[in-house]
């Protein structure tokens, strides 16, 4: 991606939340680039670091006990990591807004969504507070609310959760932010909803040349709109890539069976596949590949149990932390690999690569 | 069609406006709630209810408006507040009724603040310009020597700090209707004065330690860790002192004065509301209310005072009924002691203590009626107090 094109670029981004039980390293070393207007989905299973990630972005991770303790996130050249508190409340809401997941508790239950959408409006724009009045009325069109002369002046008790997830997205683009992190959207809301509240972000990003970063669990959601993917693992991105060619070869096991998992037309009478075991307490992460105690290949490698691979190009725009991804290993390190255990267990992986 | 019609009156139905409705429900609390308000308009009232000065007097042929001339500061400021509070009550009415609801927060910000303006800048002008006036006149003498005609008293015509040692000690009685005292100052007039200090103390108090609670318990329940740990051992040992003790300790080192004792009751009775704000913002902040406003920008002051508080203020406004009550009863108790405020200041405390005291007599009027007065008011508070948690958060509501 050119310089130019870029409009997020996070590099090497580590958080940590010191607890009493130990420090829990919530995201490690994670980095990407989001360009202008396109859409990029970070996916992975319920704590892997996915929401600190965002959280991070806005510098609102609870401190203490989170810290940020390395790596930089550019954002139309300046590194948000590096403002004062002030000059991020300006880009809070106004360059970069934010949207969550439960959209029944987002909404202040004592102002009329009207009042939330103009302070919004009143914080970043000059306008007067009849002018924001109108303003608010209009995006609640935008955002399809019908009859929003009345709805305006609602209270959130009155919507439903559909509604309300229009709201808030009504009120996080109010100010017409380049980049909008979209924090699960979709989930709390009924299946015939979640397209709904999806085509309208889309139509939102083409009307607005906007940037999404969309964070979800669901591949489903990932597939049609995302530009480019990351899915995260036990707080570090496994593997990222264009949206098409990661749906056609995904190279992670994680991801490949995160693919399968998904339910799908004609699976009738079988077993939906799993990945077996569950995700890693961030506590006790494993030695090695995070992945490998789930790992169709790498269970009882001796290598993945021992060291971590990290994330590196396997093809143009393709990155994989996988030793048994193709294209991954070095020479020298399969070299290494078979002075050190022996026989080294290639063509397996490529092969289910390849398939 | 009704049922639409229903649902539009249900639109932009307020946080206020449900809890009124819930509190209406109740008919005890609506009766000590006018009795309140009863009790505000009497405190309003007072030099028109009870003066010695006659609303007008013909004196030499010219008629004359004593009762008026003679007005005080405060009087002005109270009529000012009285008045302004009013104004208050019809705008909102009115708003509710005709202007479009889209800008009626607004409008009511700018109202309150355009008030709150006006009462200060009003009350500095009134202390600037009216000048302290003493009209030591006895109309009633001239009267009575036939140096005057055409006089309207007030109903009690006797003013709160008139002395007559020929009615001393009287029962109630023609002329007295709920007697006199050791000096023979009327009972009744002392008493509607006295609903004016009751009052203010009550307000005045519960305004101070409400402020000093709110902005410490949010600071507390917001920040948590390190400021929270201080900050709760430091309530905890404002907490450990016996407040009643202490604030007759800080009396005796300060002059007897009404302010004083408000300040004092105020500062030394904010813990529980700090407190309970502290509890609500620590529940608050990890909502997601919260994290979309914090996402979008806006300031710290706006988090917690605008979106914060109001979530987590009820029990804090239920906490202030009860604290007007209980500010009342120490000021009371602090008067009977004798340490309340001067004595020709009417306070009911204060006319309780002259009840058992003076010349071995037990002077049952004297104890009777400022005692009901006491314990009406405390109990009138109490019961807006309980219907209003009970309208703020009906889970509260104890079974019937």
Not at chain 1, 61 to 77: A, D, M, Q
Not at chain 2, 120 to 141: Q, S
Not at chain 2, 391 to 398: F, T
Request: some cysteine; aromatic content about 10%.
């Amino acid at each position: 991606m050119s310089r130019d094109n870029l409009l997020l670029s996070v590099n090497d981004l580590s958080v940590t939340f010191l607890t009493e039980d130990g420090a829990v390293k919530a995201v490690q070393n994670v980095g990407f680039d989001v360009g202008k207007g396109k859409t990029f989905a970070l996916v992975g299973e319920s704590g892997c670091g996915k929401s600190v990630t965002a959280l991070s972005i806005m510098r609102l991770i609870p401190s203490p006990p989170g810290k940020i303790v390395g790596g930089t996130i550019n954002f139309r050249g300046h590194n948000l990591l590096k403002l004062a508190e002030k000059q991020m409340q300006r880009i809070r809401g106004n360059r970069i807004a934010m949207i969550f997941q439960e959209p029944m508790t987002s909404l202040n239950p004592v102002y009329t969504v009207g009042d939330q959408i103009v302070e919004a409006i009143r914080l970043h724009r000059k306008r007067t507070t009849e002018q924001a009045w109108a303003d608010a009325v209009e995006m609640l069109r935008k955002v399809g609310i019908s009859d929003p002369q009345h709805r305006v002046v609602e209270y959130p008790h009155q919507m439903s959760g559909g509604m309300r997830q229009r709201v808030m997205i009504a009120m996080a683009v109010s100010c017409a932010p380049s980049l909008l992190i979209a924090d699960e959207p979709t989930t709390a809301l009924d299946v015939t909803i979640q397209a709904q509240i999806l085509d309208l972000l889309d139509d939102l990003q083409q009307q607005n040349a906007m940037s999404i970063l969309l964070i979800t669990h669901s591949l489903g959601v990932v597939a049609e709109r995302a530009d480019t993917v990351a899915v995260m693992y036990a707080s570090r991105i496994v593997e990222t890539a264009d949206a098409e060619p990661i749906f056609k070869q995904p190279l992670h096991p994680y991801t490949q069976g995160l693919l399968k998992s998904v339910p799908q037309l004609g699976y009738r009478g079988k077993h939906l596949p799993t990945i077996a075991g569950t995700v890693p307490e961030p506590l006790h992460f494993p030695p090695g590949c995070k992945f490998h105690p789930r790992c169709p290949i790498g269970a009882d490698d001796p290598r993945c149990r021992t060291a971590e691979p990290l994330l590196r190009q396997v093809l143009p725009g393709r990155l994989v932390a996988c030793w048994y991804a193709p294209g991954y290993e070095t020479e020298q390190e399969r070299k290494e690999y078979e002075a050190r255990y022996g026989k080294h267990p290639n063509p397996r992986p490529s092969s289910t690569a390849q398939s | 069609m009704r049922k639409k019609q229903q649902q539009h009156k249900d639109w932009g139905v307020s946080y206020g406006e449900l809890i009124w409705r819930e509190f209406r429900k109740n008919k005890l609390s609506i009766i000590s709630l006018a009795f309140v308000i009863f009790l505000f308009i009497v405190a309003v009232l007072a030099p028109f209810l009870a003066n010695s000065k006659p609303y007008f007097i013909r004196i030499d042929g010219r008629l004359h408006f004593p009762l008026f001339a003679d007005l005080k500061r405060n009087d002005y400021c109270i009529f000012l507040a009285a008045a302004l509070a009013i104004v208050q009550l019809l705008l909102i009415r009115r708003n509710r009724r005709s202007i479009d609801p889209s800008i009626r927060g607004a409008l009511l910000w700018r109202q309150l603040s355009v008030s709150t303006v006006i009462l200060i800048t009003g009350c500095i002008l009134i202390y600037i310009f009216v000048p302290r006036r003493l009209d030591a006149t006895d109309y009633k003498a001239k009267l009575a020597a036939g140096r005057a005609a055409n006089a309207l008293f007030p109903p009690i015509p006797y003013g709160f700090g008139q002395t007559n040692l020929k009615v001393r000690e009287q029962p109630p009685g023609p002329g007295h209707p709920l007697g006199t005292d050791d000096v023979g100052s009327d009972v009744l007039c002392r008493l509607i004065h006295g609903s004016r200090i009751s009052l203010s103390v009550g307000f005045v108090a519960v305004g101070i330690s409400t402020l000093i609670g709110v902005f410490f318990g949010a600071m507390l329940g917001y920040f948590g860790g390190k400021v929270d740990f201080i900050g709760m051992r430091f309530v905890e040992i404002m907490m450990a002192v016996p407040a009643f003790f202490l604030i007759i300790t800080i009396v005796a080192f300060f002059p007897r004065s009404l302010f004083n004792i408000m300040i004092i009751i105020g500062i030394t009775s904010w813990t529980r509301d700090a407190r309970f704000i502290r509890a609500e913002f620590f529940k608050l902040r990890k909502q997601d209310f919260v994290q979309a406003a914090l996402s979008l920008g806006l300031p710290l002051r706006s988090i917690l005072f605008r979106h914060m508080l109001p979530n987590g203020i009820a029990p804090v406004l239920v906490n202030a009924t009860f604290g007007i009550a209980g500010a009342i009863f120490i000021e009371a108790a602090l008067s009977f002691l004798g340490f309340g405020v001067a004595p020709p200041t009417p306070s009911w405390g204060q006319m309780l203590s002259l009840g058992v005291s003076t010349s071995g007599r037990f002077l049952w009027w004297l104890t009777l009626f400022p005692g009901l007065a006491i314990f009406l008011t405390v109990m009138a508070y109490n019961l807006v107090g309980e219907a209003l948690r009970d309208a703020i958060d009906p889970r509260l509501r104890k079974a019937p």
